[in-house]
């Protein structure tokens, strides 16, 4: 079970961090990842990280602003979100996977566990 959290509402340029606990299995060895759905969209990566923490892939639109990282234990990840935008607005979403291939690590297909999502509201 994933229980995402720390979702909700700030204004442009301003600053959020998610949170996503693991339980229920031994997750620590999985490799671990965000994405997110706006209104009307496809859901879509957004970051992932190795279950050593040791590798992170990040989506173009988020590179620079979005930091993920892992927690102590390492069923926890983060994301913390620098410099958000409207277009960052979207129902975020934290899935985890037995270890897979780098090129797979951002593919929505490769994760098989989700959890329910936060809400993150940018206002202009």
């Not at 879509?44 to 620079?64: L, N, P, Q």
């Not at 069923?75 to 979403?93: E, R």
Request: charged residues 20%; hydrophobic residues 35%; aromatic residues 12%.
């Amino acid at each position: 079970q994933l229980q995402a959290s720390g979702g909700g509402l700030v204004q442009a340029g301003g600053s959020l961090r998610l949170s996503c606990a693991a339980s229920g299995r031994s997750f620590r060895d999985y490799d671990m990842a965000w994405f997110r759905q706006a209104p009307g969209k496809e859901r879509e990566f957004i970051a992932a990280i190795r279950w050593s923490g040791g590798t992170t892939v990040y989506a173009d639109s988020v590179k620079g602003r979005f930091t993920i990282s892992r927690g102590n234990p390492k069923t926890t990840v983060f994301l913390q979100m620098n410099s958000l935008k409207p277009d960052d607005t979207a129902v975020y979403y934290c899935a985890t996977t037995s270890r897979v291939a780098h090129s797979a690590l951002a593919e929505r297909s490769s994760y098989h566990y989700w959890g329910k999502g936060t809400l993150v509201t940018v206002s202009s």
